[in-house]
């Protein structure tokens, strides 16, 4: 048996993990396409855009790995669509990203209603169309021997397969971004466009690689919301994720592993803001569900207060490139 | 990246004018192209949309009122567009503008519409202004992004407004989180009531005096913008930072001040929709009319009178797409909002660096 306290920090620690998938896929899906150069504000639109596609395929279906393959397919056309409008087309990056946006938002519960009768969700899914937790080897086991093995079995263990993705993930872009030779390159090109091209290297082409990893990542951070998180699309199911994710690249200064840092610190926010309501302080008594509920939205403006903007910014995020 | 070139004035005057209309056509046919896939006529629903926005009296007045919302909504975005920065902010801006609108309707309730219809406008002009000066503010001094920090504080602003009328301002005794209706003194006078005043008799709608208001904030933004030193500098900024820094314009503080004024003009379509026609302070009011100002100020490019057609269009969408619904169960209302995000895309991003000051410093 073990004490209340820790079953706590177990249940708030795989919370927290779990909160943070969606923010972490997202935040480096914003990684490889502002490490290019392109400023990308359509986090929000393609995870939600990625979340309806996924669960509605999986549903027609009823296969998991169909719909999660459909919502990297449908999140990748956005970022196409961001890179027309951007580097092709050499339009504004931060208005392209609120327009994908806003055309989620809309086109999204369009769709809804117009394929299932259910008031702008999907249908609920079965097990095999969700992606079911995995369990480690001797969980069971492990589950009766104290802390740790709990540890092991339900924080380590028992968790999504798109969990460990995303925590594999800011290790995969550290290694890519800066100990390979595209990586350079991807980097340079969000540093200083004219040199990248002056060495004989395209530009655009680089930039389109980086929305295409970007769309990828996107379309996992969907799948997550729609088909691990949850059974199912629901209404405006990303509430913010997108922006906080932004939020988490920016005070990560554009690095992996300080941007997963950040996105375990807005989930952590978040799994607090769930257990807060109710409680009652001492002194203070019950605080009003609003004022919780807003609290990863203030941590995030404080967070960004302190942060500032730095000097990390790649140096030629959201200027169009224009060949000489 | 570069200077505008100088075509002739009569070019410019017809590019003005037609390049916004040739990028909405656009964004309309691609939702067009939607529609029909999800299996609604498009040519029909046209018919039934405009029939439903100004085929009847009633209907002309309800677009009007919805212009008037969006009017104030596309200026707050259009004025900061002009200094370069993005408002996002417009959904909760409206918010608290009500909210401010609305305590001086609740704290001088009785007292004659002479005192508290302009107290209360000053009060919303007031408390949309400090909520776009926070985010404004950490952009100047810490360079936070804009778009992230504006859309925090419309959760926030959501979030303030839901525990105010859930527990604080709530008339007692009643389950719906609401304020009690002001007394009809404080109310912003509808033209219908205007009209019977003076004997005439039109259409019951709730289309309110804040039009007129609406109209001249337009004048005046636009005014501001193109023919004072203010605006002189709010343009330089925005069209060219590099530029301002060397003739010694803060960029910060004509951040703050453009910021502010979005923030105050947004603050007005909370006067519109608190004093104008609930008459009272509800959940939601803004109801999405922040994001529209986004595609209405994006449309009106270099010229504030642009903002006056954009609102219209967009009040005929949201009017005429309540018949629309009627005679079409397969369509929802956020198929506005989808419009709202291919017009935004066609004319705004890919309208690009030609007619829209560059946006770096905003994000």
Same mark, same amino acid.
């Given at each position: 048996?073990?004490?209340?306290?820790?079953?706590?920090?177990?249940?708030?620690?795989?919370?927290?993990?779990?909160?943070?998938?969606?923010?972490?896929?997202?935040?480096?899906?914003?990684?490889?396409?502002?490490?290019?150069?392109?400023?990308?504000?359509?986090?929000?639109?393609?995870?939600?855009?990625?979340?309806?596609?996924?669960?509605?395929?999986?549903?027609?279906?009823?296969?998991?790995?169909?719909?999660?393959?459909?919502?990297?397919?449908?999140?990748?056309?956005?970022?196409?669509?961001?890179?027309?409008?951007?580097?092709?087309?050499?339009?504004?990056?931060?208005?392209?990203?609120?327009?994908?946006?806003?055309?989620?938002?809309?086109?999204?519960?369009?769709?809804?209603?117009?394929?299932?009768?259910?008031?702008?969700?999907?249908?609920?899914?079965?097990?095999?169309?969700?992606?079911?937790?995995?369990?480690?080897?001797?969980?069971?086991?492990?589950?009766?021997?104290?802390?740790?093995?709990?540890?092991?079995?339900?924080?380590?263990?028992?968790?999504?397969?798109?969990?460990?993705?995303?925590?594999?993930?800011?290790?995969?872009?550290?290694?890519?971004?800066?100990?390979?030779?595209?990586?350079?390159?991807?980097?340079?090109?969000?540093?200083?466009?004219?040199?990248?091209?002056?060495?004989?290297?395209?530009?655009?082409?680089?930039?389109?690689?980086?929305?295409?990893?970007?769309?990828?990542?996107?379309?996992?951070?969907?799948?997550?919301?729609?088909?691990?998180?949850?059974?199912?699309?629901?209404?405006?199911?990303?509430?913010?994720?997108?922006?906080?994710?932004?939020?988490?690249?920016?005070?990560?200064?554009?690095?992996?592993?300080?941007?997963?840092?950040?996105?375990?610190?807005?989930?952590?926010?978040?799994?607090?803001?769930?257990?807060?309501?109710?409680?009652?302080?001492?002194?203070?008594?019950?605080?009003?569900?609003?004022?919780?509920?807003?609290?990863?939205?203030?941590?995030?403006?404080?967070?960004?207060?302190?942060?500032?903007?730095?000097?990390?910014?790649?140096?030629?995020?959201?200027?169009?490139?224009?060949?000489? | 990246?570069?200077?505008?070139?100088?075509?002739?004035?009569?070019?410019?005057?017809?590019?003005?004018?037609?390049?916004?209309?040739?990028?909405?056509?656009?964004?309309?046919?691609?939702?067009?192209?939607?529609?029909?896939?999800?299996?609604?006529?498009?040519?029909?629903?046209?018919?039934?949309?405009?029939? %439903?926005?100004?085929?009847?009296?009633?209907?002309?007045?309800?677009?009007?009122?919805?212009?008037?919302?969006?009017?104030?909504?596309?200026?707050?975005?259009?004025?900061?567009?002009?200094?370069?920065?993005?408002?996002?902010? %417009?959904?909760?801006?409206?918010?608290?503008?009500?909210?401010?609108?609305?305590?001086?309707?609740?704290?001088?309730?009785?007292?004659?519409?002479?005192?508290?219809?302009?107290?209360?406008?000053?009060?919303?002009?007031?408390?949309?202004?400090?909520?776009?000066?926070?985010?404004?503010?950490?952009?100047?001094? /810490?360079?936070?992004?804009?778009?992230?920090?504006?859309?925090?504080?419309?959760?926030?602003?959501?979030?303030?407004?839901?525990?105010?009328?859930?527990?604080?301002?709530?008339?007692?005794?009643?389950?719906?989180?609401?304020?009690?209706?002001?007394?009809?003194?404080?109310?912003?006078?509808?033209?219908?009531?205007?009209?019977?005043?003076?004997?005439?008799?039109?259409?019951?709608?709730?289309?309110?005096?804040?039009?007129?208001?609406?109209?001249?904030?337009?004048?005046?933004?636009?005014?501001?913008?193109?023919?004072?030193?203010?605006?002189?500098?709010?343009?330089?900024?925005?069209?060219?930072?590099?530029?301002?820094?060397?003739?010694?314009?803060?960029?910060?503080?004509?951040?703050?001040?453009?910021?502010?004024?979005?923030?105050?003009?947004?603050?007005?379509?909370?006067?519109?929709?608190?004093?104008?026609?609930?008459?009272?302070?509800?959940?939601?009011?803004?109801?999405?009319?922040?994001?529209?100002?986004?595609?209405?100020?994006?449309?009106?490019? /270099?010229?504030?009178?642009?903002?006056?057609?954009?609102?219209?269009?967009?009040?005929?969408?949201?009017? %005429?797409?309540?018949?629309?619904?009627?005679?079409?169960?397969?369509?929802?209302?956020?198929?506005?909002?989808?419009?709202?995000?291919?017009?935004?895309?066609?004319?705004?991003?890919? /309208?690009?660096?030609?007619?829209?000051?560059?946006?770096?410093?905003? /994000?």
């Amino acid at each position: 048996m073990i004490a209340g306290i820790e079953t706590e920090i177990l249940v708030i620690t795989a919370s927290i993990l779990r909160l943070a998938t969606p923010l972490i896929l997202a935040a480096i899906g914003g990684l490889f396409a502002e490490r290019a150069g392109v400023a990308d504000l359509g986090l929000e639109g393609k995870m939600l855009a990625a979340a309806f596609t996924a669960a509605s395929i999986s549903a027609v279906t009823g296969s998991a790995i169909t719909g999660l393959a459909a919502a990297i397919i449908v999140a990748t056309l956005l970022s196409m669509l961001h890179f027309i409008a951007t580097v092709w087309k050499q339009g504004d990056q931060i208005v392209s990203g609120m327009a994908i946006n806003i055309l989620a938002a809309g086109l999204v519960p369009t769709l809804a209603y117009a394929l299932f009768p259910l008031g702008g969700q999907t249908p609920p899914l079965t097990d095999d169309g969700r992606l079911l937790d995995l369990s480690l080897p001797f969980s069971h086991w492990a589950s009766s021997t104290g802390f740790i093995g709990q540890f092991y079995a339900s924080v380590l263990g028992g968790q999504s397969i798109l969990i460990y993705v995303a925590f594999l993930a800011a290790p995969a872009a550290t290694a890519v971004l800066y100990r390979t030779g595209w990586g350079l390159r991807l980097r340079a090109a969000g540093e200083n466009p004219q040199a990248v091209a002056s060495a004989g290297l395209d530009v655009v082409r680089l930039r389109l690689q980086g929305l295409i990893m970007n769309g990828v990542f996107l379309g996992l951070a969907g799948g997550y919301l729609s088909l691990a998180a949850n059974a199912g699309y629901s209404r405006n199911m990303t509430a913010g994720k997108g922006y906080l994710a932004i939020a988490a690249l920016i005070l990560g200064r554009w690095k992996p592993w300080p941007t997963l840092g950040a996105c375990l610190l807005f989930a952590a926010a978040d799994a607090l803001q769930g257990r807060l309501q109710g409680i009652v302080f001492p002194a203070l008594g019950v605080i009003p569900v609003p004022w919780i509920t807003a609290l990863p939205y203030i941590v995030t403006v404080i967070v960004l207060a302190i942060a500032g903007r730095g000097q990390s910014m790649p140096k030629a995020l959201g200027l169009p490139y224009v060949k000489a | 990246m570069t200077a505008d070139t100088e075509p002739s004035r009569g070019k410019a005057v017809a590019r003005a004018v037609l390049q916004p209309i040739f990028d909405v056509l656009a964004g309309l046919i691609v939702s067009g192209l939607i529609l029909a896939v999800i299996g609604v006529d498009p040519l029909a629903a046209s018919k039934s949309l405009v029939h %439903g926005a100004f085929g009847y009296p009633e209907a002309i007045g309800y677009t009007l009122y919805y212009a008037t919302t969006y009017m104030f909504a596309g200026l707050s975005v259009w004025l900061a567009l002009r200094a370069g920065l993005f408002n996002i902010g %417009g959904e909760g801006q409206i918010y608290l503008g009500g909210l401010g609108a609305g305590l001086v309707c609740v704290a001088l309730d009785g007292m004659p519409g002479i005192v508290v219809v302009p107290v209360a406008c000053l009060a919303a002009i007031t408390f949309g202004a400090a909520w776009a000066f926070i985010p404004a503010f950490l952009l100047a001094k /810490r360079g936070s992004s804009l778009v992230v920090t504006t859309i925090m504080f419309n959760f926030l602003a959501a979030a303030v407004m839901t525990w105010l009328l859930t527990a604080v301002m709530i008339k007692p005794g009643q389950a719906a989180p609401e304020t009690a209706e002001f007394s009809a003194s404080s109310w912003m006078p509808s033209f219908t009531s205007l009209a019977s005043a003076l004997g005439i008799s039109i259409a019951n709608s709730p289309v309110n005096l804040s039009l007129i208001l609406a109209l001249l904030a337009v004048a005046g933004g636009q005014f501001l913008v193109g023919r004072t030193v203010a605006g002189y500098h709010l343009r330089v900024v925005g069209g060219n930072p590099d530029a301002a820094a060397y003739a010694g314009i803060d960029a910060g503080w004509v951040a703050i001040f453009a910021l502010c004024l979005a923030g105050a003009c947004a603050g007005l379509a909370g006067v519109n929709e608190v004093m104008g026609v609930h008459h009272r302070l509800i959940l939601d009011f803004p109801n999405g009319a922040g994001f529209v100002g986004i595609a209405v100020g994006l449309m009106a490019g /270099r010229n504030g009178w642009g903002v006056i057609p954009g609102a219209l269009l967009f009040a005929a969408l949201a009017q %005429g797409s309540v018949d629309l619904m009627i005679d079409n169960p397969r369509i929802n209302p956020e198929l506005v909002v989808m419009v709202q995000g291919l017009v935004i895309f066609f004319a705004g991003a890919l /309208r690009g660096q030609l007619t829209l000051p560059k946006l770096r410093a905003a /994000r």
